[in-house]
Structure formats: C-alpha cells, structure tokens
C-alpha cells in the first residue's frame, strides 16, 4: 500500500482550538524567554551555583537531541539500507529531527550566559572537552538536516514558483535554480545522509560522555564509564518508536488512516534495539555492583525503577506481542512509554542525579524554565503543522499511483 | 533518494575521505601535563594555625576591587556559624567546624578554587577559555567564555561561580591566585592579610616538603595527611589539619586527575578520525550493496 502514497501538501485549515492552545503556550513561554533576557538566567530559573545546569540543559537539549533519533536511525534504514517500503516514514521523521536540532540550539542559546557569543567554538577549540564536540556535531549535523529537507523544498515549487508583483519577472530565473540545486543535491544527497548518520552516533554518544567528568558529583545509579554507550544505545532504541508516536498523532490530528503495516513493522524492530539496551543497562548496574543504591528509597532509586520498568521494560514486553503491533492505541502507549523512558532518562542523568557536595537545597525547575521549554514544545509543534500544511511531507494515497479498485481509501 | 550513479559516488566518496584526512584534529593540545612547571607555585593553609578572623575575605575583596565591607565589621564570628560557599561576591570564605573533643576551640577553614594541577574546568570548557598556567594558576579568560557552566558542572569541589543576575557579560567567579598582582611581585592578597601566618606562599614541591617537615616534627598536632598532595592529582593549594578533613568538609577525592575517564574516551572516539571515517565508509559500503533492493516484506505483515 505504500508504494502508492505520495508526500503531499495537507489540505487542512491551520486553527483549530488545539492550535490556539498551543499558542497560547508558545505565548507564554516566549513572555517568560524575555526575562532571561532583560533580567538575566538567575531572574527567571531556579538555576544557582550548586545547580548550574536545570531542565533547559536536560530536555530542551539532552531528550531533544535523543528524542530527534528518529531522523537518523530512518534514514538508516530507508536510504542506506535501501529498505523503500518505509520511506513512507522517513520525511515526517527528518522533519522532526530538523525541528527537534532547532529547538537544541535555540535551547542552547539561551541557556548559555552570553548567547551571543554561541559561535565562539568555530574558532575556539578544545579538542578535550565533550562538550565542545556534541556543540560541533549537532551544529553541523543541523546543517545537514536542513540540507536534507532542501529536496523537499525544491519539489514543492518546482513550476510553481509564482512571487507576487513586480518580482513576477524572476519566475523564471528562480525556477531554473531550483531545478539546478535539485538535481545537484539528487546526485550528492547521499553523501550527506552517511554523514548525518555518523555525526549522530558520534554526538548522541558524547551526550553521555558529558556527565562523566561530574565524577563523584554524579549518583552511583547513573555515573559510568559506558555512559557514551547507553546515550547511544537509548537513542537509536527510541528513534523508532519516536516516529511511531508522532505518525500516530499526526494520523489522528489530521484525520488519516494511520500507516499501520509500517508502524508495525517498525515496532517489531523497536524488540532487538530496546532488549540491547536493557542488556547493557542492567549488566553496567550488577557489574558496578550499583545495584545496592536501590535497597533504600530515595528519589533516586524511585526515579531509576521507574525509568528502567515503564521506559524499557513493559514497553519491550509490549512490542513482542503481534496484537500491539497490529493495534493503533497499544502501539502507541507501547511508543510513547519509551519516549517518555529516554526523556525521563535523560532528565535524570543531567538533573536527579546530580548532587554536589555542597547543596543546601535541592533544584526543581522554576515556573519560568517550565514555561519556557513547555512554550518550545509548542512552537516545534505548530511549526511541524505548519510546515506539513505546506510542504509535501505526509504521504497520502495518490489515485494516480492506485491500480484501479472499487474501494478507495480514505485519506 | 534515487541510487547515485557508481561513478558520482566514487568521485564524492573520494572527496570526503580525503577531506576528513586533511583535518588534523587536536587531540595533541598543550594540556596540563605538559606545561606544569616544577617552580610552580602554591599556598599552604595550616588550619591547625588559623584563627578566623577573616581579614582574608576582605583583603581578597580589595584586590579584586569587589564591594567591600569595612575590615571591623569582618570581626563578627556570626557569618561562620553557617556553612558558606564562595560565590560570584566573594572569591574566597572561612567556615568554622565545632571540635567535638574542645568546644571552646573550633577549627577554621578557608575555601577558594585548589588551582588544580589536571583541573576539570580546563578539561571540560567548551571553548578553552580557562587554563593551567606554568606558574600554578588556573585562569579564565573573559574574552573566550561563553557563560555556558560546564566547569561549575566539572569542577570536583564546586567552586566556580557564575553571575546568574546579569543579563549581559555575565562572569565566571573565582579565586585568580592574584595573578595581576604577583606580577607587581606583590603576595596575593589573603596570604599578605593573614595576621597568624596560616597561609604559606611557595613553590609548590617547598610547600609539600614543609608539611611533612611540620607533620614529622609535631604528629601530635597533624593528622599524617596533606590535603590536595594528592587529590585529583594534586592542588595549588593545600591543607594540614589536626582532624579528618571530611569532618571538615572537604570532598573525599581519589587521586587520578579530575577529568578522569572523560579525556581518554573522548579521544577514543576521535582517534585520529579513524572510528568516524570507518564507520563512514561501513554506511557506505551497505548503501552501495543494497541500492537495488526493493522489499515487499511490509505487505507480507
């Protein structure tokens, strides 16, 4: 069936009331980012010189990175090992992945004291530092994302380009590049999909390597040597669940039918990725013997158990089982445990367990961080609707490509 | 994407081996191992000696031209009875610890930055604005930092601070050993200010030979422990003390580096560029083996 769909521009009006409220989030968010910036980082977080790092370095960053999986790992599986029948998925997911890095480095920015020096590691390299490298790799990594997205820009306005009034002239002209620059990037895409998909497991991997030097200042549960391990492990096991989740609310946002034989299928592929993960997970806790920190209650070993049980283990059980890969509803729940798994991980390791020497207090984030990063979310989802309004994103069935049937699918 | 002609391939393949082979990475920067000094220098904080009177707080606030309270109001013990950090207003704090064994007479500390000899903070800055100079100190540099606290996540005995409340060139605080005035050949401020001699200004392999000197003579008075010989690969700055310094608050540290695994993995990964480009070239090969394959196993779900 999905040898006949076709990406197409969705035919939906923009507003809806989940729209407006999404807005209105957005609002608030940006209302609170001015603080930051009138006031500086201390006037709107809870952020202090025991906890220099809160939400807006463990999910706008770290789960944003993760959760942006989904980008490389299909396009792993669709444009180098050429397996077409789920290209149906892997627009959507570069869409989310070019958004996602977006919102990492606008999170970055701001989070960042003087963010109008964020280009100061271009030239100012320190080859040790883990940090330095994730800032390289998803700056260019970004940069080849937009890259990839280019061709479904060119489709878009190829013989339709059409510019208002007096710059109707350029038609033409401007027409001609666009079949240049498709044709060109035709011919080098490739060399750009390999290289996203490299620089990803380099930079998702170093996001593990970050915490590391907190040594001691880190909780025994999390801190390892194999931390770069787990990151990469985690993210490529959550990229496909990430599209599954995102498919199904796209399908149900925009009144599809979900594109369940592919989401399936993908799910039954989440199984091996996933169980490695656990493996590694649970081998790293008994062969560090760390697993004596979860005989107590603490907010940490709670936090632990239920990132290990909800975010890996009943998830794993879940993709097993045929009836959840053929049910749009346990699909979904199975996906979204394992999203909310890896974004639950990722805020632990850069916020619960982190415990300096000498804290007094210990950080929750303020109403501002919340608003702030709540507000990206928002805006990453209208610029997703908006973008799917207007781009041929969504595959839809193209009753040109259809053999001629008595029934037509609905779509 | 439709399958690149074997020739364009090639050709662009060709280009990115070779452009990935012509970056020199530099994984050879000159890190602290390389540039310590043997005449660096150090301090050595006898807290066996110190009587809290914090003439040092306010002598490190004049040198750095920082808000400074008058010298008599430093006179008041009270501060001291809760346990205080340096911050982005003062570089540099003494706490008090009640003795259990003599009330009368508790033990006082002086916090600033170790000046690390393998810091963290050098370790982990994304753009090197921080770094261990030959004479001892660990600097950071104004110019280059872009506010980012990864050497506040790094450091192992939390001292860097950060200007949370500033909106525009908000800075890293801490302890600078009084660099711009040891090149007027002055003393760094607390050291000169210190009315009991608490604090000892030295070359660092002096300063551990005095300390074991003041142990073997007095083992009375000395744990057998000089605090920063050691940890984290050895400090600038170091501590006697006549109790264990945990019951003091100083961080039970081992003794590899700070940056500890976090420099060999890093350099792991990026091994000349040899795991990069070969994984490259792996992606590659299977997008060239497999760019005629059309499944159909969806269907058969």
Redesign the interface.
């Known amino acids: 069936m999905s040898h006949y769909m076709r990406p197409q521009p969705l035919d939906r009006k923009f507003l809806t009331p989940g729209v407006i409220v999404l807005l209105l989030l957005a609002a608030n968010g940006l209302a609170w980012l001015a603080g930051r910036f009138l006031f500086g980082i201390g006037a709107v977080t809870n952020l202090n010189n025991q906890y220099p790092w809160g939400i807006w370095i463990g999910i706008d960053v770290a789960a944003g990175v993760a959760l942006a999986a989904g980008g490389f790992t299909t396009a792993a599986l669709g444009h180098v090992m050429h397996r077409e029948a789920y290209h149906v998925v892997v627009r959507p997911a570069l869409l989310t992945a070019m958004l996602g890095y977006t919102m990492v480095a606008v999170g970055v920015s701001i989070d960042i004291g003087r963010y109008y020096y964020i280009w100061h590691p271009l030239i100012m390299w320190n080859g040790s530092s883990a940090l330095f490298e994730v800032g390289m790799c998803v700056m260019i990594y970004m940069t080849v994302l937009y890259i990839e997205f280019l061709p479904i820009v060119t489709e878009r306005f190829i013989g339709r380009v059409n510019l208002p009034g007096p710059l109707a002239g350029l038609n033409a002209p401007v027409d001609r590049l666009l079949r240049l620059l498709d044709r060109t990037l035709d011919r080098t895409m490739f060399v750009f999909i390999i290289m996203g998909v490299v620089l990803s497991t380099l930079h998702q991997s170093s996001l593990g390597t970050l915490m590391i030097i907190a040594g001691p200042k880190m909780h025994p549960l999390w801190q390892t040597p194999i931390l770069p391990l787990l990151f990469l492990l985690s993210a490529v096991a959550v990229g496909f669940p990430m599209v599954i989740f995102e498919s199904l609310i796209a399908s149900r946002s925009f009144g599809l039918k979900p594109e369940m034989p592919v989401l399936g299928r993908l799910g039954r592929m989440v199984v091996p990725l996933l169980g490695i993960y656990l493996a590694f997970k649970l081998g790293d806790l008994f062969i560090r013997e760390a697993f004596v920190h979860l005989k107590t209650v603490t907010v940490e070993s709670v936090m632990y158990v239920v990132e290990i049980l909800f975010g890996i283990v009943v998830p794993l059980r879940m993709f097993m089982t045929r009836s959840v890969q053929k049910s749009p509803l346990l699909l979904f729940v199975a996906a979204a445990l394992v999203v909310g798994g890896v974004l639950l991980n990722r805020i632990n390791n850069f916020v619960v367990a982190y415990t300096p020497p000498y804290a007094t207090e210990a950080y929750f984030p303020s109403i501002g961080e919340i608003s702030v990063t709540v507000g990206f979310i928002a805006i990453l989802v209208l610029l997703y609707r908006v973008i799917v309004l207007n781009f041929p994103v969504i595959g839809l069935p193209d009753r040109t490509l259809m053999p001629a049937s008595k029934y037509s699918v609905r779509g | 994407?439709?399958?690149?002609?074997r020739r364009?391939?090639l050709k662009?393949?060709t280009a990115?081996t070779a452009a990935a082979a012509g970056l020199t990475?530099?994984?050879a920067?000159a890190?602290p191992a390389n540039i310590l000094s043997p005449d660096r220098l150090g301090v050595l904080v006898d807290t066996t000696v110190c009587i809290g009177c914090r003439n040092c707080e306010w002598a490190c606030k004049i040198a750095h031209d920082m808000p400074t309270p008058p010298l008599e109001t430093y006179e008041d013990a009270a501060p001291m009875q809760e346990?205080r950090?340096p911050?982005?207003t003062a570089l540099t704090v003494v706490n008090k610890y009640d003795h259990p064994a003599r009330p009368d007479l508790p033990t006082t500390v002086k916090v600033q930055c170790m000046h690390c000899d393998h810091p963290?903070c050098v370790?982990?800055?994304?753009?090197?604005?921080i770094s261990k100079q030959a004479d001892g100190a660990v600097l950071w540099d104004t110019d280059?930092?872009?506010?980012?606290?990864?050497c506040?996540?790094?450091c192992?005995?939390?001292i860097?601070?950060?200007?949370?409340?500033?909106?525009i060139?908000?800075r890293i605080m801490k302890c600078d050993f009084c660099t711009d005035r040891r090149k007027e050949g002055k003393l760094p401020g607390c050291v000169e200010a210190c009315p009991v001699e608490a604090l000892t200004f030295g070359p660092r392999e002096e300063l551990v030979r005095v300390a074991r000197d003041k142990i073997r003579r007095n083992p009375d008075r000395y744990l057998d422990h000089i605090y920063g010989e050691r940890e984290v690969g050895g400090t600038s700055w170091m501590y006697l003390a006549d109790r264990k310094f945990e019951e003091l608050?100083f961080?039970k540290?081992a003794q590899d580096p700070?940056?500890?695994?976090?420099?060999s993995?890093?350099?792991g990964?990026?091994a000349y560029f040899v795991p990069?480009v070969s994984?490259?070239a792996l992606?590659?090969a299977?997008?060239w083996t497999?760019?005629?394959?059309?499944?159909?196993?969806?269907?058969l779900?």
């Not at chain 2, 860097?160 to 909106?167: D, L, T, V």
């Not at chain 2, 700070?258 to 420099?263: D, I, K, L, N, Y």
């Open positions: 994407m439709k399958s690149p002609s364009s391939f662009a393949g990115i990475p530099r994984v920067q890190g346990m950090r911050d982005e963290a370790s982990a800055c994304i753009v090197g604005a280059m930092c872009i506010g980012c606290r990864y506040m996540v790094a192992p005995f939390q860097p601070a950060f200007e949370y409340h500033k909106a060139q908000p608050a961080p540290l700070a940056p500890g695994v976090s420099e993995i890093q350099h990964i990026f990069p994984l490259y992606l590659g299977v997008m497999t760019r005629h394959k059309h499944d159909d196993e969806v269907e779900l």
